[in-house]
């Protein structure tokens, strides 16, 4: 089983930036992608940013493109999303997100991950 935790969601208004963490009580260089996933209002879950077990391999959602940023330091069990230019379309609940091990690929798809942190709000004012 793995516990994550993510932090640094808040109100922010539109353009402003915010970085999310999440951090996994197992060690993630154990070899296993990981992603940040989001769920507005009204709306199914969908992949904001994926990345791979190392961290040299990254997919992003077309929408968040130039001004997200997803990466991972094993070191410290953690990944970031960095957000910049934030709109109030990004409004929505922000969901970390991590492969089997073994799976070190990245992944777009909800149901190639097994362990799901509880949420952090994001909101965005216009």
């Known amino acids: 089983q793995v516990q994550l935790v993510e932090s640094g969601g808040g109100l922010v208004q539109a353009g402003g930036s915010l970085r999310l963490s999440c951090v996994a009580s197992?060690?993630?260089?154990?070899?296993?992608?990981m992603g940040w996933f989001r769920q507005g209002p009204g709306k199914e879950r969908e992949v904001v940013a994926s990345?791979?077990?190392?961290?040299?391999?990254?997919i992003y959602v077309d929408s968040v493109k130039g001004r997200f940023t997803i990466s991972r330091d094993n070191s410290k069990n953690t990944v970031y999303l960095q957000m910049n230019g934030l709109k109030p379309e990004d409004t929505a609940v922000y969901y970390c997100?991590?492969?089997?091990?073994?799976?070190?690929?990245?992944?777009?798809?909800?149901?190639?991950?097994?362990?799901w942190g509880q949420g952090t709000q994001v909101t965005v004012s216009s």
């Open positions: 997100a991590v492969r089997p091990t073994g799976y070190s690929n990245w992944s777009d798809r909800t149901t190639d991950y097994a362990y």
């Open positions: 197992r060690r993630t260089g154990g070899g296993y992608g």
């Open positions: 990345i791979n077990a190392r961290g040299d391999s990254t």
